[in-house]
């Protein structure tokens, strides 16, 4: 099994082509002193417009203090973010402590006006964190999430903190 380690204050290719199989995966650790660190890969977004598209992967954790979660964000020609959702915000999703592989998938609608499809995992805090079995797939529209920004609840949520 090939295993690739990033001490990372920054993001990095995941990989030629972007895409780790089954045998292959990727570590992240953050440098000391950083309590953040991503890994990212770029795409055209040319194939997808107009439809939607799905990217899935699995990450598991050793000893993480703090979330770790995949991103996938959608900018137009000038850098202008148009869809961005990373799992952080969503109660439950993102994992923590050590973790055995788990799957993790964000579909969303790919606007006209899309130039660039970035995607990738993060970790926020300490710990490892390592990605493989990314996959890449249009999909009809309607699996999209529609929404871009900051999750919100629909109404006043939690609102004594006990979770």
């Known amino acids: 099994m090939r295993v690739l380690f990033h001490q990372a204050s920054c993001s990095l290719p995941l990989a030629p082509y972007g895409m780790v199989n089954a045998r ?5 650790i953050p440098f000391a002193g950083s309590r953040f660190g991503t890994m990212a890969q770029v795409i055209d977004a040319d194939p997808y417009r107009d439809t ?27 850098g202008k973010r148009l869809r961005f959702e990373n799992l952080l915000e969503r ?33 926020s805090g300490r710990g490892l964190v390592r990605a493989r079995n990314f996959t890449v797939d249009a999909v009809d529209a309607r699996e999209a999430q529609p929404r871009s920004g900051t999750h919100r609840f629909e109404r006043p949520t939690n609102l004594d903190f006990r979770g």
């Open 24 to 28: 292959n995966q990727i570590g992240l």
């Open 52 to 78: 939607a598209i799905r990217i899935a992967c699995q990450l598991s954790s050793e000893a993480v203090e703090g979330k770790a979660t995949m991103w996938v964000r959608i900018d137009d020609g000038q």
């Open 91 to 123: 109660p439950g999703v993102a994992i923590d402590g050590t973790r055995d592989w788990t799957g993790f998938a964000i579909t969303l609608d790919v606007p006209r006006a899309a130039e660039s499809i970035y995607f990738g995992f993060l970790l």
